[in-house]
């Protein structure tokens, strides 16, 4: 049975068009599915662990910067932060910090440290422990330091907000 638009194309039967282009919309769909996230969440970090670090050693009115792997670090024990001046043991404040080992569980890094017992900073093994969720991100909540020098090693649970 020929229709007048076969006649008109000297009785060639094609296929209809939408027939062709409901195929083509599904094998682009099936093959955007199947392919998995777009190309531009591929690049995103995934989401890391973090320190909050203060910016000075008196943390009245201060938020933390919260980061990973900072090279210079004001550790404040949590509960020390509402204090004008907090005691000497509540702060640390550690610099130079090159770290060895970043992962979700411990954070571990050598930096120098100042001490109330010394006028320069000696040197500081820096090891963080249990991630906890923070003020939006997974931040440390626990440090510890390790100084040189018979310094004995100081746990530290640390303020996050």
Same mark, same amino acid.
């Given at each position: 049975?020929?229709? *007048?638009?076969?006649?008109?194309?000297?009785?060639?039967?094609?296929?209809?068009?939408?027939? @062709?282009?409901? /195929?083509?919309?599904?094998?682009?769909?099936?093959?955007?599915?199947?392919?998995? %996230?777009?190309?531009?969440?591929? /690049? +995103?970090? +995934?989401? *890391?662990?973090?320190?909050?670090?203060? +910016? &000075?050693?008196v943390?009245? !009115?201060?938020k %933390?910067?919260?980061?990973?792997r900072?090279?210079?670090?004001?550790?404040?024990?949590? /509960?020390?932060? !509402?204090?004008?001046?907090p005691? &000497?043991?509540?702060?640390?404040?550690?610099?130079?910090?090159? #770290? +060895?080992? #970043?992962?979700? &569980?411990?954070?571990k890094?050598?930096?120098?440290?100042?001490?109330?017992?010394?006028?320069? %900073?000696?040197?500081?093994?820096?090891? @963080? =422990?249990?991630?906890?969720?923070?003020c /939006?991100?997974h931040?440390f =909540?626990?440090?510890?330091?390790?100084?040189?020098?018979?310094?004995?090693?100081?746990p @530290?649970?640390? &303020?996050?907000?």
């Amino acid at each position: 049975m020929r229709t *007048e638009a076969t006649r008109a194309r000297g009785g060639v039967r094609r296929p209809a068009v939408a027939a @062709l282009a409901a /195929g083509a919309i599904v094998a682009v769909l099936a093959a955007v599915l199947l392919a998995g %996230p777009p190309a531009a969440d591929a /690049g +995103k970090r +995934k989401k *890391e662990r973090v320190v909050a670090c203060f +910016k &000075s050693t008196v943390p009245q !009115g201060q938020k %933390p910067k919260f980061g990973d792997r900072p090279r210079r670090c004001v550790f404040i024990a949590a /509960g020390a932060v !509402g204090f004008p001046v907090p005691p &000497s043991f509540a702060v640390q404040q550690i610099i130079k910090i090159r #770290w +060895k080992q #970043w992962g979700k &569980s411990r954070a571990k890094g050598r930096g120098k440290g100042y001490t109330a017992a010394r006028k320069q %900073p000696v040197p500081v093994t820096v090891t @963080l =422990t249990r991630p906890r969720a923070r003020c /939006g991100h997974h931040a440390f =909540t626990r440090a510890k330091f390790n100084y040189q020098y018979g310094i004995p090693a100081q746990p @530290l649970n640390l &303020s996050t907000c």
